[in-house]
């Protein structure tokens, strides 16, 4: 329900330098065969594989960056430097650590191959990519390597989908900014600056709201504003059955038409959903790492599907380390979980949903699907990479 209902949003062009994590909104088209010409993979000496047993008199020297004048005939070779352009004429690339001087008259200007064989050490005009070859398609996200084919093509502005908008409203009386020392009873708010942090790891925009009052009025003014202004609201906390939980009301109160309310995901069992207009709102739970995982599972390939792109999760099947068991099986489980050397995966002491530095250690979250309730150890288990 939440993919169905994503907005794709505009395009814009991006300098390269910008572009790490931006989702391409074209196809990369190459200009040039690479590599452009026939080219060295040694530094050595081009000549004739027929003429290795021969003395070889040197005819030219060719750095990287010089186009050869010399055609290779009978018994003649060029020096040559590793990536420069291999001559005519020439069909191999010996190297220069497999040479000796030549005996002749001029020594400095003739050498001979010691080797028993050599490969040809050319890398052939348009191996790796044909001139007009597609080299990058619509829709990847640009990491580092993308970048060097960026360049090598000359495409320095790409164009690539435009940055969700997203605005994160922490609600909760008890919450403090994090640079606050809380009174009693307070916490410091650590969802806003997580959820943000998660919002920019995807490449969208994250526009920190701070927090909001558990008051009908002050969520409501706070809401209207968010959902005018933004592609995404992420609320936290308020979401569930308490007295003070508003945000559910108030969603509906603002005109955003909620699609679900309650999944069944531990944690996020309250997550609530819903679309206005252009805007989509989640109301995730208040707890710091229900929040992230309701992100990992529900938002984020929400957010990239705004962007173009098919979010697709990393997740290795691994041996348990050690028995898992529950209680209640009703919903599916997400349990933070390390990788061990043994490439087993090992459930972290969990305490439960405010458990931050649990999730802190882990590596990814280990799934225990509904109807589940207990896997043994070695039983291969789902763990999603964080
Ligand atoms: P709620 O979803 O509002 O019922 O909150 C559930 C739990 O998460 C409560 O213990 C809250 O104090 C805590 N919590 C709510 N919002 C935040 C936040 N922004 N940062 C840290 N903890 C929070
Ligand atoms: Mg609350």
Redesign the pocket.
């Known amino acids: 329900m939440v993919l169905e209902s994503a907005p794709t949003l505009g395009s814009e062009p991006v300098e390269l330098a910008g572009a790490v994590g931006r989702i391409l909104a074209q196809d990369v088209v190459s200009d040039m065969d690479m590599p452009p010409f026939d080219k060295a993979a040694m530094d050595g000496y081009a000549c004739r594989r027929a003429d290795l047993g021969h003395e070889l008199s040197i005819v030219e020297t060719i750095p990287a960056g010089y186009v050869p004048r010399q055609r290779i005939e009978a018994n003649q070779c060029t020096r040559i430097m590793t990536g420069a352009w291999v001559p005519e004429g020439a069909d191999c690339v010996i190297m220069v650590e497999e040479t000796v001087s030549g005996t002749g008259p001029s020594t400095s200007e003739a050498v001979r191959f010691t080797g028993v064989q050599t490969a040809d050490n050319i890398c052939p005009r348009g191996e790796d990519v044909r001139a007009g070859q597609v080299v990058l398609g619509k829709g990847i996200r640009i990491r580092p390597q993308h970048i060097a084919i960026l360049a090598t093509v000359g495409c320095t502005s790409p164009c690539v989908f435009r940055q969700p908008r997203v605005a994160v409203i922490?609600?909760?009386d008890?919450?403090v900014p994090p640079g606050d020392k809380p009174q009693a009873s307070q916490?410091?708010?650590?969802?806003?600056g997580?959820l943000c942090a998660q919002v920019r790891q995807v490449g969208a925009m994250a526009r920190n709201g701070g927090?909001v009052a558990?008051h009908p009025d002050e969520i409501d003014t706070m809401l209207r504003r968010a959902v005018a202004e933004n592609d995404l609201v992420l609320l936290?906390?308020?979401?569930?059955a308490?007295d003070?939980?508003y945000?559910p009301q108030i969603m509906r109160r603002v005109g955003i038409d909620v699609l679900f309310h309650k999944v069944a995901i531990k944690p996020g069992k309250?997550t609530i959903f819903g679309v206005c207009g252009q805007t989509r709102c989640f109301g995730?739970?208040?707890?710091?790492v229900?929040?992230f995982v309701v992100f990992e599972l529900l938002v984020k390939p929400l957010l990239y599907k705004m962007m173009g792109h098919e979010y697709r999760p990393l997740c290795v099947s691994l041996p348990l380390a050690e028995p898992v068991q529950r209680g209640n099986t009703e919903r599916q489980s997400w349990i933070p979980a390390t990788i061990t050397g043994a490439s087993t995966a090992e459930p972290i002491e969990y305490h439960g949903?405010?458990h931050i530095t649990a999730l802190s250690d882990a590596d990814g979250l280990l799934c225990i699907e509904a109807g589940v309730a207990r896997l043994d150890r070695g039983a291969p288990v789902v763990v999603r990479l964080i």
């Open positions: 922490s609600t909760g008890e919450l916490i410091r708010n650590s969802n806003s997580q927090i558990d936290s906390g308020g979401v569930s308490g003070y939980d945000v309250p995730l739970p208040g707890n710091p229900s929040s949903s405010a």
